[in-house]
């Protein structure tokens, strides 16, 4: 089993970080400067079913609600991207998003249109803040349940479903009893009352409180992966096969699938930019999971390894202008060599003009000293270079060779209508002369110019 490198840095939500001890993680942390996400964002091509797709993958401080939420689309078409594109600006996902919403206006009954272009606007408000997070506050008493949002509204919105996999066992009753009744944002509340310690039981208010305290606090310590078994079984129950949602977990915003009765999260870190790792199974609450490709066979560690997002920018933009200028150069050579070829031989058609592919993401390539061809390589070449020399001489002489009959041809009907016409005038004689002068001219260029080549 290869196990995932750590979670990417979530934009901000109103959950814990799953790195501390959970109850420790519930009191209000500090504050402290966020770095400021990126504008854009690498594209990666997958395999998906039978067909080539486009993915956004996430960088270290990249918003991943807009992210898990435009894959989902792009995978079930939804949103397309221009299939060179290698780099998407967040102001053109939002665009994108706004084009849907608006294609998929409903028509008809005044009311349910009002709705709808209310829920649009809702969802423009809130676009702006996808660049950074939104605000969740999970509900244990079911996979979905969230407290609703203007923001959670945006899920909604394009019909995407949202889920989450930390929930209580019933089969622990004390703990169902308490954890399945609350928010979040309730939990919060006792948590800090169990890690100050100030559990009362004086009264019986009290005792039931410094109890339901008690009862989270030992639960979030025990669970502290945003996850539990009973979580993933009811994944497996609430989800239909080969249905794409989206999963929060550990304050992150993964897209998740049910593929032949197997949870799979899409792969979406930038560092599986270049590696064939498209899926993370998702069977245990432990991170050991196992990296599919597109066609979801298992790739060994090799083909998965995670490559730090800083290291793609260690990549120039000359090394990008350079490697699209040398296939440009390389198209126009190819070109150049087929209307050389076409001349030759004589042919009248036209020949096909190659165009220069549109440059993509320079892959990083380790470093290789340039060294002199071998002497065998030359010769090669050498030999190549006369063979094609003697072959271009052999369809000359073969033009050749067809042109004299008839020329000859020619020549012999016209000393058959003279001989035939012995009145004809002076003048009409020179100027079949001066034709066939002329003929004789324009072969004798054509064997200059062919010597010349």
């Given at each position: 089993?290869?196990?995932?490198?750590?979670?990417?840095?979530?934009?901000?939500?109103?959950a814990?970080a799953?790195?501390?001890?959970?109850?420790?993680?519930?009191?209000?942390?500090p504050a402290?400067?966020?770095?400021?996400p990126?504008?854009e964002y690498y594209?990666k091509?997958i395999?998906?079913?039978?067909?080539?797709r486009?993915?956004?993958?996430?960088?270290?401080?990249g918003?991943?609600?807009?992210?898990?939420l435009?894959?989902?689309?792009?995978?079930?078409?939804?949103?397309?991207?221009?299939?060179?594109?290698g780099?998407?600006?967040?102001?053109?996902?939002?665009?994108?998003?706004?084009e849907?919403?608006?294609?998929?206006?409903?028509?008809?009954?005044?009311e349910?249109?009002?709705?709808?272009?209310?829920?649009?606007?809702?969802c423009?408000?809130?676009f702006p803040?996808?660049?950074?997070?939104?605000?969740?506050n999970?509900?244990?008493?079911g996979?979905d349940?969230?407290?609703?949002?203007?923001?959670?509204s945006?899920?909604?919105a394009?019909n995407?479903?949202?889920?989450?996999?930390?929930?209580?066992?019933?089969?622990?009753?004390?703990?169902y009893?308490?954890?399945?009744?609350?928010g979040?944002n309730?939990?919060?509340?006792?948590?800090?009352?169990y890690?100050?310690?100030?559990?009362?039981?004086?009264?019986p208010?009290?005792?039931?409180?410094?109890?339901?305290?008690?009862v989270?606090?030992?639960?979030?310590?025990a669970?502290?992966?945003?996850?539990?078994y009973?979580?993933?079984?009811?994944?497996?129950?609430?989800l239909?096969?080969?249905?794409?949602?989206?999963?929060?977990?550990?304050?992150?915003?993964?897209?998740?699938?049910?593929?032949?009765n197997?949870?799979l999260?899409?792969?979406t870190?930038?560092?599986?930019?270049?590696?064939?790792a498209?899926?993370?199974?998702?069977?245990?609450?432990?991170?050991d999971?196992?990296f599919?490709d597109?066609?979801?066979?298992?790739?060994?560690?090799?083909?998965?390894v995670?490559?730090?997002?800083e290291?793609?920018?260690?990549?120039?933009?000359?090394?990008?202008?350079?490697?699209a200028?040398?296939?440009?150069?390389r198209?126009?050579?190819?070109?150049?060599?087929h209307?050389?070829?076409?001349?030759?031989a004589?042919?009248?058609?036209?020949?096909a003009v190659?165009r220069?592919?549109?440059?993509r993401?320079?892959?990083?390539?380790?470093a290789q000293?340039?060294?002199?061809?071998?002497?065998?390589?030359?010769?090669?070449?050498l030999e190549l270079?006369?063979?094609?020399?003697?072959?271009?001489d052999e369809?000359?002489?073969?033009?050749?060779?067809?042109?004299?009959?008839h020329?000859?041809?020619?020549?012999?009907?016209?000393q058959?209508?003279?001989?035939?016409?012995?009145n004809?005038?002076?003048?009409e004689?020179?100027?079949e002369e001066?034709?066939?002068?002329q003929q004789?001219?324009?072969?004798?260029?054509?064997?200059?110019?062919?010597q010349?080549?």
């Open positions: 089993a290869v196990v995932s490198p750590s979670q990417p840095v979530a934009a901000t939500v109103a814990p799953a790195s501390a001890s959970p109850a420790a993680s519930a009191a209000p942390a402290r400067a966020v770095p400021e990126t504008d594209v091509c395999h998906w079913r039978n067909s080539t486009q993915i956004i993958t996430q960088n270290l401080n918003p991943c609600p807009l992210v898990a435009c894959n989902v689309l792009l995978l079930r078409g939804n949103i397309s991207l221009h299939r060179d594109i780099v998407v600006t967040f102001s053109h996902l939002i665009q994108l998003l706004s849907c919403l608006f294609d998929r206006r409903p028509q008809g009954v005044p349910v249109v009002a709705a709808y272009e209310s829920t649009v606007q809702s423009i408000e809130v803040s996808l660049q950074r997070g939104l605000d969740v999970v509900k244990f008493s996979v349940g969230f407290e609703f949002t203007k923001e959670l945006v899920f909604d394009f995407v479903p949202l889920y989450h996999g930390w929930l209580p066992d019933p089969q622990d009753p004390v703990t009893s308490v954890l399945s009744q609350l979040y309730q939990m919060v509340e006792l948590v800090a009352l890690n100050g310690g100030d559990l009362d039981d004086e009264t208010a009290a005792a039931a409180q410094s109890h339901k305290a008690l989270v606090g030992q639960w979030m310590d669970n502290p992966s945003q996850l539990t009973h979580g993933i079984a009811e994944l497996h129950r609430g239909r096969e080969e249905e794409l949602c989206v999963l929060f977990r550990n304050n992150h915003f993964h897209v998740l699938l049910k593929h032949k197997e949870l999260l899409l792969a870190d930038q560092g599986f930019l270049h590696t064939a498209v899926w993370e199974t998702l069977g245990n609450v432990d991170n999971s196992v599919l597109g066609n979801f066979r298992t790739i060994n560690s090799q083909s998965a995670y490559i730090p997002p290291s793609h920018h260690a990549t120039s933009a000359a090394d990008g202008v350079d490697a200028q040398m296939e440009r150069d198209q126009l050579a190819l070109t150049l060599q209307e050389e070829n076409a001349s030759t004589g042919n009248q058609t036209m020949p190659v220069p592919t549109p440059a993401l320079p892959q990083p390539q380790p000293q340039s060294q002199p061809p071998p002497a065998a390589k030359q010769l090669s070449d270079a006369k063979a094609l020399q003697r072959e271009e369809a000359f002489r073969r033009m050749q060779a067809q042109a004299q009959p020329q000859q041809q020619q020549h012999q009907q016209q058959h209508q003279q001989q035939q016409q012995p004809q005038t002076l003048r004689r020179q100027a001066r034709w066939l002068q004789r001219e324009a072969q004798l260029r054509y064997e200059q110019q062919h010349q080549r």
